[in-house]
């Protein structure tokens, strides 16, 4: 009974946690600019992150071991180094975007500017943390992260062409703004395959104590939680597509994507956007926040759990509560959520092969996961779409930022 | 006679103490080369500028300087001689307490001068 309820737990968790203001304006922006025509890389970035998330919970069933602890086991220290310095520079941008996605929020429902949010975020997120359970931060987020489902009800009362919808799925080049159609095909990537879900899925999977009889409730949490959470990011897009695109209007602020939600639901869009958003992202920033205590912690042998209290765990908690205020900076200094976000999944696209190439050599090492290695599938799915993000962020990204 | 493949298979696992607490990672192996003997594995050591020399000799200074200035100032990395170590396996279990070594200098040194100070430290809930 308990493993159906963490079933259903797990999905919930899945959906609320896939979309955050990463996915929600990469997606937007696409719609609005390109219509459906970039929902494949939306699939392709759902497709790999199913195969990630299924390998997290499938490692650390068999091994009781998270990804971050293989990585060091089998790379050794400097690798390690390499990728806590990469990953932390990046996700701390990412941090930095989700503190402003529930500042934005804020700021759209009260009218108070979100550099005055930035603080007070940094501040609830941070007790949550600390006086939290793992649990508590899982359960409670996503629940109410359910609201994001707003973006399907959209979608679905706009009546679109879904022949048109279904012919976004097949990659296509487009007819005029190629580097602006790419960089953003990158940043939905991005956006899609958060190497900080899968340090956050293992490591729960170690502290709730799975072992190889979680194996097909995993396999199920991550295929069906992973589909649905990319599907609500496909209404995001379907959703621009058919109210932005017609008027011309290119998404450069959080407020157009909420504005763009009262046009299918009148009387409860914009609230449930901004309701959504401001708890979607916090889900986010408690599972980065922990996501790099747990890169941290796992990769240099200290005792770790967020299940602990702070004194129990002391350098496990030192570290994000040093992060949090650094996150509030930019924010701080006006710099614009949205600028910050898509710079940031940009740059998870062009990591992203550092934090999984050496995940995927530990799933098919029989030494951590016994019978239960990777099948010819999942390597050579997770291998093409890691490398193609990789070589798309590697040209995009500074013809993108420095181009003409 | 076991065979071990020492840095496949000891150096950078996980360090447990014989309460299964963590207690860093083998971050480096000691071996002692006796005049005209054969070279014999001493000990395992972890922490302080252990792991940071393997990067490079020159990071060993400004890590020296961080901790003094910022640290438990026992810069003396944790040795555990190799008669310690009872099991190797996906971790490294050592016949030890980790309250009596030094692995455990920066976990009580960040617990009283920055968690101890922030009021909930104590319990969750």
Known sequence: MKKYLQ????????????????????SAQAGAKFGFQLLWPIALGTLCLIFLVEMSGRLAAVSKHTIVAAMRDRFGFRFYAIVLVLMVLVTYLVLAAEIGGIALSLQMSTGLGFPWWAIPVVLIVWLLLWKGTFEVIENGSSLLGLMTVAFAVAAWRLHPNWSAVASGLIPTRPDSHAASYWFIAVSILGASISPYLMYFYSSGAVED?????????????????????????????????????????????????????????????????????????????????????YLFSQGLGWNWSENGAPDKEARFSVVYTILLPLASIPLLLGIDPVKITILSMALTAAVLPAAIAPFLVVMNDKEFVGEHTNGIISNTVVVIIMLMSFVLAVVSIPLQYFGS | MAKIDL?????????????????????????????????????????????????????VGPVRKIERMFGPKRLTPVRIPWSKVVKLGRDVHLDVDAEETTALAWEKWVEKAIIDRIPGARGKG
């Open chain 1, 7 to 26: 079933v259903a737990l797990g999905i919930i968790t899945s959906i609320g946690g896939f979309l955050e203001i990463g996915s929600v304006t990469t």
């Open chain 2, 7 to 59: 840095v496949r298979d000891v150096l950078d696992k996980q360090m447990l103490d014989r309460n299964d607490c963590e207690m860093g990672r083998v971050d480096g192996l000691v071996i002692e080369v006796p005049e005209g003997g054969q070279p014999r594995l001493v000990r395992l050591e972890s922490g302080a500028t252990v792991p940071f020399a393997r990067i490079g000799k020159w990071l």
């Open chain 1, 209 to 293: 104590e799975w072992d190889a009889s979680y194996l097909g409730i995993n396999r199920f949490i991550a295929a069906f939680g992973m589909l649905f959470g990319g599907l609500l990011a496909g209404a995001v897009l379907v959703v621009a597509a058919m109210v932005l695109k017609p008027r011309g209007i290119e998404v450069d602020t959080f407020q157009q994507v909420a504005l763009m939600q009262s046009v299918p639901l009148p009387n409860w869009g914009f609230e449930l956007f901004v309701g959504g958003m401001a708890v979607a992202c916090l889900g986010a920033a408690l599972e980065i926040s922990l996501a790099i205590s």
